[in-house]
């Protein structure tokens, strides 16, 4: 894998929120630090299966809490092409498949950090 190759196909990410900042890191996931100090890592296989949108929310095996069931086979090839930001509050992926209309709100964003002890604390999103 190449570096450099990485560095020139990801997106900019929004920077005009208040809540957490937003970066890359080395290894293509999104990171978000924030404002309270905790940090939350995202590959964006996992952000595509989470698109909170009510298309995704239809899938047939909705999850307690929202999340929907986007098979992972599907999601892992999906790449952001652009990452956009929705006033302060959210953002938005237009996705490598098409798929643009979900919303991430940062607040549900924190609500599904992968690290462990966000997940210890709210249903298995797997
Ligand atoms: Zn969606
Ligand atoms: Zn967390």
Not at 32 to 38: C, R, S, V, Y
Not at 76 to 84: C, P
Not at 87 to 101: E, K, L, N, P
Request: proline share 9%; hydrophobic share 30%.
């Amino acid at each position: 894998m190449n570096y450099h190759y990485l560095m020139m196909t990801l997106p900019t990410l929004p920077t005009n929120s208040k809540r957490g900042k937003l970066s890359w890191t080395g290894d293509s996931k999104i990171k978000i630090e924030w404002e309270d100090g905790h940090a939350s890592l995202y590959t964006l296989t996992y952000l595509r299966r989470a698109c909170p949108c009510a298309r995704c929310k239809q899938w047939p095996k909705k999850e307690a809490d929202g999340f929907p069931a986007l098979p992972e086979a599907q999601a892992r090839n999906i790449q952001a092409n652009a990452v956009h930001p929705v006033g302060r509050y959210a953002i938005q992926f237009m996705w490598s498949d098409g798929h643009m209309t979900g919303y991430y709100p940062y607040e549900y964003l924190r609500k599904i950090c992968p690290c462990p002890e966000c997940t210890t604390k709210r249903i298995p999103l797997a």
